[in-house]
């Protein structure tokens, strides 16, 4: 927007960086915490620096409870959930815009009312469902869960993405004598893979991020469990150890800011794309 | 009623394609029948029964109970209490984001490129922390002994989650921090995609910018504006690890409990399944009168599902 006059751009834009900083500032201070040693971090007068940066508070944590065995449990649930619910979500995606089918209709209804069921009110019967199935205390009673209710949304939002790519392309690649499985996945699924980009973002936050899960289903084999859990024994309400909170928090959130800075770009488009639908 | 025009154009075509969308289907309709709709059966089934540990560990037949559960659940003050808290938070907390998350997506569009990546890569960060990470530093920041905020505000040892409206106070800020994002960059990107000329015209025309935000920008965005209100009162209503974390279970005697907590408390500090599972059945028709009011808005717009 061009027409904006010079005095205000320049007030629009010290105000844009100094939110920025106010916004990047709890991120600061968690990993600034980190690296603060014992006695600086229990100060009352907390400084935003640090002179003597020490790793103590990162090698409590991995020393604690096997905190890499957490680590790479939780890799595994949000890996596993991101790439098959990519999977089926294509698959659906491609039955629903590019079929036409009775029910079509219904069932989209049904995958948009899908994305309202509060997956918490779901913990009570899952427990007992994943109980009976002997699924309590694996990862699969956190990566089953998740794959289904990432679906609905990752569905709705492939959507648009395919329904992108042009039926002549399709037609074109059955008159030079392509198998529907062929046009799926080597000409289908490499144009759509930039929306399942920003689909998996979704899918993996909501993995990552599970507490309810872990915190219901994996009682008592704690070698089962993910990294909330592993946060949770340095963040006790009446002594927390804040070191120890602050660095399993910087290690938890390291993989999610990478994984976000790596697919920003397809993130942004991707919504852009799907919300334009 | 498309429906009926391409069913007669396409009759060909789906005659020897009816199998494939439903193969295509299947595997999302089996982990959905499973893993949702099953357990919302499950869910009701169990809201209607006598179901607690005794029945649980098989100690006990479970018995039916019609609406007892219900009648038990609807004559405790504290349910009605924790239902207005639920939907007060849940509507501050979704009135905020979106004022803060328009607002920022407007001035996205008003500064050159650094500061533009500056607050985009600051909001990627709060967006990308765990609700469990975001929750403990946000303690961490307003902790009445060694946080910052209680200094620079000259607070002393105000303890923020003593009291009940200063606690639910910090879990609307912390979500407000990690959910304006989506709303900002949603946002951002469907102003964008309005043509330029559009608005250019608007201000040669001698139009406000609040003028032009109103008249031009809010009608066209629409669309966006409404996804974004769905997304934030789907997810403001189920907050769930934010209170639990940082309040300890749901504050002190329970002040700051929203209906998730509340459930999870009935059912699994209690044992008093039944009553959870109510409470969840409650909530589940909550938001499926909040989807419903969706759909309509769908409708109306015209969109084509």
Redesign the interface.
């Known amino acids: 927007?061009?027409?904006?006059r010079r005095p205000?751009?320049l007030l629009?834009?010290a105000?844009?960086?100094l939110?920025?900083?106010v916004?990047?500032f709890?991120?600061y201070?968690?990993v600034l915490?980190a690296f603060k040693p014992a006695g600086e971090?229990?100060?009352?007068?907390?400084r935003?620096w640090t002179l003597a940066p020490s790793l103590d508070s990162f090698r409590r944590v991995f020393e604690q409870n096997e905190f890499g065995r957490y680590f790479l449990n939780s890799l595994v649930v949000a890996c596993t959930v991101v790439i098959v619910s990519a999977?089926?979500?294509f698959?659906?995606a491609?039955?629903?815009t590019r079929?036409?089918?009775r029910f079509?209709?219904t069932?989209?209804?049904m995958f948009?009312?899908?994305?309202?069921?509060?997956?918490?009110?779901?913990?009570?019967?899952?427990f007992?469902?994943m109980r009976d199935f002997g699924q309590l205390n694996t990862l699969g009673s956190l990566i089953?869960?998740h794959?289904?209710?990432s679906?609905?949304f990752a569905?709705w939002m492939l959507r648009g993405f395919v329904k992108a790519v042009p039926q002549a392309l399709e037609e074109a690649a059955y008159i030079d004598g392509a198998s529907?499985s062929r046009f799926l996945w080597q000409i289908l699924f490499p144009l759509v893979f930039p929306g399942l980009v920003a689909t998996s973002v979704f899918s993996f936050?909501s993995a990552?991020?599970d507490?309810?899960f872990a915190k219901?289903f994996i009682i008592s084999d704690t070698s089962q469990s993910t990294l909330?859990m592993a946060?949770?024994v340095f963040?006790q309400?009446d002594e927390?150890d804040?070191g120890g909170?602050?660095a399993?928090?910087?290690v938890?959130?390291i993989p999610?800011?990478v994984?976000?800075?790596l697919v920003?770009r397809r993130?942004?488009?991707g919504?852009?794309g799907a919300?334009?639908d | 009623m498309t429906d009926r025009t391409d069913r007669t154009d396409r009759t060909n075509r789906t005659d020897r394609t009816t199998r494939a969308p439903w193969l295509y289907l299947a595997p999302a309709l089996v982990v959905l029948g499973g893993l949702l709709v099953y357990p919302i059966y499950q869910l009701g089934l169990i809201s209607f029964f006598q179901y607690t540990q005794a029945q649980v560990s098989g100690g006990e037949p479970t018995s039916f109970q019609g609406f007892g559960n219900y009648a038990e659940l609807f004559g405790d003050d504290q349910f009605w209490q924790v239902l207005l808290a639920t939907v007060v938070f849940a509507a501050a907390c979704v009135v905020s984001t979106l004022a803060v998350g328009c607002a920022l997506a407007v001035l996205l569009t008003r500064v050159r490129a650094v500061p533009r990546l500056a607050l985009m890569l600051a909001a990627l960060g709060a967006w990308a922390t765990p609700a469990i990470t975001g929750s403990t530093v946000w303690l961490f920041l307003f902790d009445p002994d060694f946080g910052p905020v209680n200094r620079v505000l000259g607070l002393g040892d105000h303890s923020w989650t003593y009291g009940r409206f200063s606690a639910f106070l910090l879990v609307l800020l912390e979500v407000v921090w990690c959910s304006f994002p989506f709303v900002m960059v949603t946002v951002y990107a469907g102003i964008r995609a309005v043509p330029s000329e559009v608005l250019e015209a608007a201000a040669l025309d001698g139009a406000s910018q609040w003028r032009i935000w109103r008249s031009v920008l809010a009608p066209m965005l629409r669309p966006i504006l409404v996804v974004v209100t769905i997304q934030s009162v789907i997810w403001d209503f189920k907050v769930f690890t934010q209170i639990y974390v940082m309040t300890g279970g749901g504050g002190i005697a329970g002040q700051n409990l929203v209906l998730n907590v509340y459930a999870y408390q009935k059912a699994f500090a209690s044992s008093q399944y039944s009553l959870g599972s109510a409470i969840g059945v409650v909530m589940l028709l909550i938001l499926l009168a909040v989807t419903l009011v969706y759909l309509r808005l769908l409708r109306r717009q015209g969109e084509e599902l």
């Open positions: 927007m061009t027409f904006v205000w751009r629009a834009e105000s844009a960086l939110i920025a900083l916004v990047a709890p991120l201070w968690m915490g971090i229990e100060s009352s007068e907390p935003p999977l089926i979500a698959l659906a491609t039955a629903v079929f036409r089918f079509r209709t069932l989209l209804i948009l009312v899908a994305q309202m069921v509060p997956v918490e009110a779901l913990t009570i019967p899952l007992f469902l089953l869960p794959i289904a209710f679906l609905p569905i529907r936050i990552w991020n507490f309810l219901s909330p946060l949770l963040y309400p927390p804040w909170v602050m399993a928090s910087t938890m959130t999610v800011l994984f976000f800075v920003q993130l942004v488009s919504l852009g919300v334009k």
